[in-house]
């Protein structure tokens, strides 16, 4: 095998989209920990990463110095890049149901040291784009053109140093450094906007150097148009705002929970059959 | 009188002035050689090589979180990061980001610490690196180095940047005694016995070892043949010359400037006490902050003097 960047059409893209969603549920309710609704909003900008044609990777050697990155900064809403993983050929979705189990390399965060494929060790918020910039920086410098995806999530936004690498990546025009803030509005205790607001992103980070886009990230049409204009610029670091909702795809089960921020827990078995018939 | 004056030696460079001709000197062998920096490169000594090979010199400004995390993804991508700050500032200020973008990865991170011990003088404590060997020794993985002189300094550069792994290199600010030649034989983890003696073993590192070959002097000159050991590399210890030192000596005195929890003298103590215990003492920075002065008054104000050692080995000795 070498390097591929997958590109699936717009139609399998959102069959593949339902597959990593059910997925998620699967895998977390499996484990009875977890966190389904961060990693659900984060669904389309990742099924665009490794089946729109972003990601060149290969699964028989995921060590390839030519590959582009993806780092999951927002460690937490790892089961939606095991899910993609698992998709585009890592290893199997069986595997991934051992999620959260002793002695199973599919941790409750992303560990690189146990599985081959993933880029970061994350969950301390806030280190995944300053580790995108390293990456982007040592690329570079090797004249090689492959790109650094980081997620950030909007509550990690929070953490200084992520402003502290907007700034860096700025300085050295990484225009191989591509950050995605999946904007979905919740972190832990509550809504963004009640417990943090540092809205608007696109607004604050553009004045550094970067070039910006807002869009709806749950659409996977504009994530795909997001995506495609962020890899074309070459001359500056960009950023997608992806606003999205958490635990998009299955909102109407979560209503009926009362909780639409539902985080850092799994569904039940008996509302994972429901999330499940409701993604279809 | 100065350091190493007593015991014989000759004033030499500081050990961060000796890392910085080191790592210049490393580039063309090592082409994945990167270094990065929180804008104070031209007192941690990366400076030369940052201007021999400015492509790959990263400074990225005041901002040790970003610092250490970037050079995780450097590490990443391939190359061989050495990222230099103050030791309060790398090791206290970005201390999750070692943690998480660096020892827990084992990404192949060399941090460098310099202005470590309280003999950086005036600028005062809080830019005293005096917990970083505790906070670096913390961390699985993370050898950890504190050369003494400036050929040790510079082996250590080398060793660091051959090793696999992350590492954190101690380095100080002052003029230190020239305890080598090029000939001595500097490896991670082996220690090195810089005099012989049977009646007690003094353990040290970076300025202490000068410290404790004075103190040597001054029992020498009493009749007590104490044996010294340079204990450049804390992580991983030499438990086998400590357990000889305990076993042959029958006390050992650990010196080195830093806090009392945490650094060289509780590594030792722990192989001593699984070991072969006998009894220890300590001379160290103590569990205070110290306060701006010059360095040889704060040396003295402290304790970490060859005196101060003499009379802990006396005092062990008698127990």
């Known amino acids: 095998m070498a390097l591929e960047a997958i590109k699936l059409s717009q139609d399998e893209m959102l069959a593949k989209a339902k597959d990593l969603r059910k997925h998620i549920i699967n895998m977390t309710t499996a484990a009875a920990s977890g966190h389904p609704s961060s990693s659900l909003s984060a669904v389309e900008i990742v099924t665009g990463l490794y089946f729109g044609g972003h990601l060149r990777l290969d699964p028989e050697n995921p060590g390839d110095p030519n590959r582009d990155r993806f780092v999951l900064s927002k460690g937490h809403a790892v089961p939606v890049l095991y899910a993609a993983m698992a998709e585009r050929g890592f290893f199997s979705v069986e595997e991934t149901m051992s999620l959260r189990k002793l002695g199973s390399p599919f941790e409750g965060h992303p560990n690189l040291k146990r599985m081959p494929g993933i880029e970061a060790s994350t969950g301390s918020l806030g280190q995944g784009l300053s580790i995108g910039v390293g990456q982007a920086l040592g690329l570079r410098l090797d004249g090689k053109d492959s790109n650094v995806f980081v997620m950030i999530g909007d509550g990690e936004m929070g953490e200084g140093q992520v402003w502290e690498a907007i700034a860096a990546a700025a300085k050295y025009k990484l225009g191989n450094l591509i950050a995605i803030i999946d904007q979905n509005g919740y972190q832990q205790t509550g809504a963004t906007k009640d417990v943090l607001d540092l809205k608007p992103f696109a607004d604050k980070i553009a004045p550094f150097g970067w070039h910006t886009q807002t869009i709806n990230g749950n659409d996977l049409g504009e994530a795909l148009e997001a995506l495609s204009v962020a890899a074309s610029v070459t001359d500056q670091p960009s950023v997608i705002v992806s606003q999205t909702q958490k635990g998009f795809g299955i909102l109407p089960v979560l209503e009926e929970t009362g909780d639409l921020n539902y985080h850092g827990k799994p569904l039940s078995r008996e509302l994972a059959e429901k999330a499940l018939a409701h993604i279809g | ?319």
């Open chain 2, 1 to 319: 009188m100065a350091i190493g004056e007593l015991s014989g030696y000759q004033m030499g460079q500081a050990t961060r002035d000796a890392f910085g001709d080191a790592l210049a000197a490393l580039g063309d062998e090592f082409p994945a050689l990167v270094t990065v920096d929180g804008d104070v490169g031209n007192s941690t000594r990366t400076e030369p090589f940052a201007l021999k090979y400015p492509e790959r010199g990263f400074n990225v400004g005041i901002a040790e979180s970003n610092m250490v995390s970037v050079a995780g993804g450097l590490a990443g991508a391939g190359k061989i990061p050495v990222v230099a700050s103050f030791a309060c500032f790398l090791l206290n200020n970005a201390f999750d980001q070692i943690r998480m973008s660096v020892a827990f990865p084992n990404q192949n991170v060399k941090l460098v610490g310099t202005h470590a011990g309280i003999s950086i003088g005036e600028d005062g404590p809080s830019q005293m690196g005096i917990e970083d060997v505790a906070l670096a020794c913390s961390m699985p993985g993370v050898a950890v180095m504190v050369p003494a002189d400036a050929v040790t300094a510079k082996k250590a550069t080398r060793a660091m940047v051959e090793h696999q792994g992350p590492t954190y290199l101690r380095l100080g600010r002052p003029n230190v005694p020239a305890l080598y030649d090029d000939s001595v034989d500097f490896q991670i983890g082996k220690s090195i016995t810089l005099k012989e003696g049977s009646d007690a073993t003094i353990i040290a590192n970076g300025l202490m070892v000068s410290i404790a070959a004075d103190a040597a002097k001054i029992l020498s000159d009493e009749g007590i043949n104490v044996r010294v050991i340079d204990m450049h590399t804390v992580k991983p210890i030499d438990r086998e010359a400590v357990v000889s030192a305990a076993k042959e000596t029958g006390c050992i005195v650990v010196a080195e400037e830093h806090l009392h929890h945490g650094g060289l003298g509780s590594a030792v103590a722990q192989v001593v006490s699984e070991e072969h215990p006998v009894p220890m003492g300590y001379v160290n920075v103590g569990d205070c902050y110290a306060e701006s002065g010059d360095p040889m008054g704060l040396l003295e104000k402290y304790g970490l003097t060859a005196e101060k050692i003499a009379s802990t080995v006396k005092a062990v000795k008698a127990r």
